[in-house]
């Protein structure tokens, strides 16, 4: 499966969509094949390094960007196995 995510500036003066969309930056997480291959195209087209691959506890490899438009890039793949995310030590519904 593949897919394209197009970000764009704010454009100056603009502040709100419509009363009830604000503009704002975002935080997107995408899993891809290669984190580490993935991380440095982000950063060759502009992106900073929040936090560089590694392989998580929680059975992923991630790596953390920040765009220039602010939005923050969570970019990881699985690690195998049946793995269940956690959060603050908490068990979160999202298992695979």
């Not at 765009?67 to 603050?88: E, K, M, Q, V």
């Amino acid at each position: 499966m593949s897919a394209t995510l197009v970000t764009t500036p704010i454009r100056e003066g603009f502040t709100t969509l419509t009363p009830y969309v604000m503009v704002r930056e975002a935080g997107l997480v995408v899993y891809v094949e290669d984190v580490d291959a993935a991380f440095d195209r982000a950063l060759a087209a502009g992106g900073a390094s929040l936090g560089v691959p590694e392989d998580r506890p929680y059975g992923e490899r991630s790596g953390f960007i920040k765009d220039p438009f602010g939005n923050h890039w969570y970019i990881s793949t699985h690690l195998g196995g049946r793995r269940c995310r956690t959060h603050a030590g908490r068990l979160l519904s999202v298992c695979w």
